[in-house]
């Protein structure tokens, strides 16, 4: 199988090839894309390369959704595999085009999307039967890692502060530390040598490593999130700063939990493709009215871009790096937006109550 790398799709593909091990399958996991972003496995290409070279086997594909930026070359190279060399069964829970489904389906790939990240993290050891409080926490602490809003009664704020805050920024930046720490030596040899975070998933399946465990070696060797210079508007914090690499998101929500906004606006930058982008983010635990608010935002001021992420978490691909200078202008708009409708709403509710 293939997962993702982020640490939703860690534990998506910790919890699979588990349930799949125990069940008596011969199976292994692989990452979909180098650490080091210098590698041409790090690119979408490198991903359809990656497919390209494995044997006959079925293959699970976890958590990967098809690249705007390059489709062809990956959807080519799953339905080429189903053809000539095992099933594919494709599972995710991004949103998608109805055209990438129907491609994928009408060659011959099996494919399941899910409404939740806390769903997918189960999949598989639900089709095997898999029931035990080991997949489940796994899988809670995976629908942690990516805010699924699904699980928020039932992440306590100790939780959400050690996986988004601590545990997140090692699993990205000291892999190989966090390896060692957990007594993995061997694992921790491969992925400094590889760079396949992989490595770290087999060991943790293979051993029945608990999420508790990996949480605590986290808090022994990493340091609270740092978190960019920063200005609010309303209920809208922002930065022109660019965060650490692969930590963007995370940053978001430190920006939201340490302000108390509603909705964080920030630039990244993706080596891999070469991209800026503005994130827009709601806090997770926000209402639904501030998702629907930077859904019609999203949709007015961008629309026709490649908008990715999902409702109330949009990462838009910036045409130039000029373009991070307007986001103090974004957060202003978006400001203005949420207020009018909180207004409206308060102004509805009081016209209903007389």
Not at 33 to 39: A, R
Not at 206 to 220: H, L, M, T
């Amino acid at each position: 199988m293939i997962s993702d790398t982020d640490l939703h799709g860690f534990s998506c593909g910790v919890n699979a090839l588990k349930a799949l091990r125990d069940s008596g399958v011969d199976a292994d996991i692989y990452s979909h894309f180098s650490t080091n972003p210098s590698e041409p496995a790090s690119t979408p290409s490198g991903l359809a390369l990656l497919v390209q070279s494995l044997g006959e086997y079925d293959l699970y594909i976890l958590d990967i959704p098809v690249d705007a930026r390059n489709p062809r070359a990956y959807i080519d190279a799953l339905v080429s595999h189903a053809r000539h060399k095992g099933r594919v069964i494709w599972m995710d829970h991004h949103g998608h085009s109805p055209w990438v489904v129907e491609e994928l389906k009408k060659n011959g790939v099996l494919v399941a999307v899910y409404q939740t990240a806390y769903d997918i993290a189960l999949a598989v050891p639900r089709m095997y039967r898999k029931s035990d409080s080991w997949y489940e926490r796994w899988a809670l602490l995976g629908a942690a890692a990516d805010f699924d809003e699904s699980v928020k009664e039932r992440v306590s704020a100790e939780l959400e502060v050690a996986v988004a805050e601590y545990l997140d920024p090692v699993y990205k930046s000291r892999l190989v530390e966090l390896a060692r720490a957990l007594g993995l030596e061997a694992y921790a040899e491969h992925i400094k040598v590889n760079g396949q975070p992989g490595w770290f998933a087999r060991a943790v399946a293979e051993k029945g490593i608990e999420p508790e465990q990996v949480i605590e070696a986290a808090r022994q060797i990493g340091k609270p999130l740092l978190v960019p210079r920063y200005s609010i508007a309303g209920d809208v914090v922002y930065t022109t700063e660019l965060p650490p690499v692969g930590l963007a998101w995370k940053t978001a929500w430190k920006l939201c939990a340490l302000t108390g906004a509603k909705v964080a606006v920030l630039p990244a930058y993706n080596p891999r493709a070469n991209q800026y982008s503005v994130i827009i983010a709601r806090y997770w635990r926000a209402d639904d009215s501030v998702t629907s608010a930077i859904e019609e935002y999203v949709g007015r001021k961008f629309g026709g871009r490649q908008v990715i992420g999902h409702p109330g978490a949009r990462s838009v691909p910036l045409v130039s790096q000029a373009e991070i200078d307007d986001i103090p202008a974004i957060a202003r708009e978006l400001s203005d937006m949420l207020a009018s409708k909180a207004h409206a709403q308060s102004r509805l509710a009081s016209v209903s109550y007389a």
